[in-house]
């Protein structure tokens, strides 16, 4: 007989919680009486309860670990390989650089907006489905893409690869945070960012070798990525599982009536749930507030943001046009020619380094998380602050013949060494300072991030175009060095600024309710589901 929460519950034990005073009967029953009209039996796991996402097998755990990580690795590299095809595709096509540009950008939009909105949904349905279905839709625009007749339907469809492969930046790490305890996810969120920033860099790699093919082209880009999001496809199918508590709690709720006949049993997420719309609208306006009133997001949403959309620029730069600037003389031998996929090769060096940098970082974490608390997430950030700005103008300003070649790409790899730990840096940190609103801080963070990355490529190639690429570039170092103080000024005074945050206040008083619920019956079904 199917046992809710693990344990066999008796009408004894159903009215011994009816008749309890109000602390509950004993830590081995997962049952809770609310008092209300019609009396409810609520279902919570057990202590050690294997169908607790967080209690699942180490295996298993990273397996979904890292059916996530593919997905954000897929849509990173899809997004880095469309630029490096320009060439190939405009003059299969016959349109400008503008409106190739326009496919960038409407791209990266698709993942600061629906973000709003599919958090939602993963609430209400869960995140096995949402996974599943957004894969299938993205990897039908990657076809609409590959057939594309005319750049107009280029640009529609990669709007929809934007909006459906959103999953892959905004979910992934919610499912990170259902399955792994908090000392737990330095790794896991190392992976997931080392896999967004790796695979932008492999992406454009290798779509520079199909691009640059006179049999293949563009058009082959796109088919090889759907091959891989195929595979995936398969992948999310056979190995990944629910990790949204609350909607495992449901279906436990929902066997169970249907197994007694009894409808008094209901996990907490069923009772007083409120509508999708309802729903819908407190995920597109607590994102906003935040961005709009909490200094800890605004401050790090301006500084990822523009570094997000130097990562842009770059890529949209990195071009025919943009080659000419690696010309290197080296000693008597004339000049050297350095390839676009040399260049991106050093994204995937920066990434590497990144990754270790965050390895660090997370013993740092352990070592200080009991006298600096969540600041002790922001050793690296510090020192990556430093790094952003010096390396743009070491960048900047050695691209030069006269240079031997190997010193604007240490500035390169650098700067994207420095990228790779804010990137961490913005999931791990919200994540700690906003517990239960971290899903809404996040996806205030991913707008702005987003924004940049639409805008900055439409004026990139003007702006080089102005002001050569030396001030261009050290246009950006300076912006980057105004920014430098972000993170030293909430690892001295982040404890202060968060006192001060009525959001911060909640969640407060949220944790010390769960802590009360331990031990206590909630009041009443909202209450019971707060906890």
């Not at 699942?56 to 630029?83: K, M, N, P, Q």
């Not at 003059?91 to 973000?115: E, H, K, R, W």
């Not at 005319?150 to 999953?167: A, D, H, K």
Request: net charge neutral; charged share 15%.
């Amino acid at each position: 007989m199917h046992r809710p929460c693990g344990l066999m519950v008796t009408k004894d034990q159903v009215a011994m919680i009816v008749n309890d005073t109000g602390k509950r009967i004993g830590s081995s029953s997962c049952t809770t009486h609310v008092p209300q009209e019609q009396e409810l039996i609520l279902i919570k796991f057990d202590e050690g309860d294997p169908r607790d996402p967080k209690n699942f097998s180490y295996a298993r755990r990273w397996v979904i670990t890292l059916t996530g990580c593919a997905f954000a690795g897929i849509t990173a590299a899809v997004a880095s390989s469309y630029s490096i095809s320009y060439e190939s595709m405009m003059s299969d096509l016959n349109c400008t650089q503008l409106q190739a540009t326009l496919g960038l950008s409407l791209y990266a939009m698709g993942f600061g907006i629906v973000p709003l909105i599919s958090s939602s949904f993963s609430e209400e349905c869960g995140r096995r489905p949402v996974y599943i279905v957004s894969s299938v839709l993205f990897l039908l625009a990657e076809v609409m893409n590959a057939l594309a007749p005319n750049i107009q339907t280029v640009i529609v469809s990669r709007t929809l690869q934007g909006i459906f492969g959103s999953t892959g930046a905004s979910l992934v790490g919610g499912s990170i945070a259902d399955i792994w305890q908090p000392h737990e996810r330095g790794l896991p969120m190392s992976l997931f960012a080392f896999s967004s920033i790796f695979s932008f860099g492999l992406g454009s790699t290798f779509g520079g070798l199909i691009a640059a093919n006179p049999h293949l082209g563009w058009r082959w880009v796109q088919w090889v990525h759907i091959m891989f999001t195929g595979a995936y496809v398969l992948d999310v199918i056979l190995m990944m599982s629910e990790t949204r508590s609350s909607i495992v709690l449901a279906r436990i709720a929902k066997d169970t009536r249907k197994m007694t006949g009894d409808p008094r049993y209901r996990s907490s997420a069923e009772i007083d749930k409120p509508s999708m719309a309802s729903l819908i609208k407190t995920s597109c306006t607590r994102p906003l507030y935040l961005l709009l009133t909490e200094p800890i997001v605004q401050s790090f949403s301006l500084w990822c943001g523009l570094t997000w959309g130097i990562v842009y620029c770059l890529l949209e730069s990195i071009t025919t046009e943009f080659q000419s600037v690696y010309h290197f003389s080296v000693g008597e031998t004339g000049l050297v020619f350095l390839s676009q996929r040399e260049v991106i090769l050093l994204h995937i060096i920066g990434a590497i380094l990144g990754f270790m940098a965050n390895v660090y970082q997370e013993t740092l974490y352990r070592k200080y998380f009991a006298t600096k608390g969540q600041e002790a997430r922001l050793y690296m950030a510090c020192v990556a602050a430093i790094v952003l700005p010096v390396s743009m103008f070491i960048y900047a300003w050695t691209a030069s013949p006269s240079i031997h070649w190997i010193v604007p790409l240490i500035g390169l790899t650098g700067f994207m060494s420095g990228v790779f730990v804010i990137f961490q840096v913005s999931f791990l940190y919200l994540a700690d300072c906003y517990g239960p609103y971290t899903s809404s801080a996040q996806a205030g963070q991913s707008l702005a991030r987003n924004t940049m990355a639409l805008v900055f490529p439409l004026f990139t190639q003007q702006m080089f175009a102005g002001m050569t690429y030396k001030w261009g570039l050290t246009l950006w170092a300076l912006l980057s060095v105004v920014l430098a103080p972000t993170p030293w000024v909430l690892f001295f005074f982040g404890s202060k600024i968060r006192s001060h945050s009525k959001v911060s206040r909640k969640i407060l008083e949220a944790e010390s309710q769960q802590l009360d619920g331990d031990s206590t019956v909630a009041s009443s079904p909202i209450e019971e589901k707060v906890v």
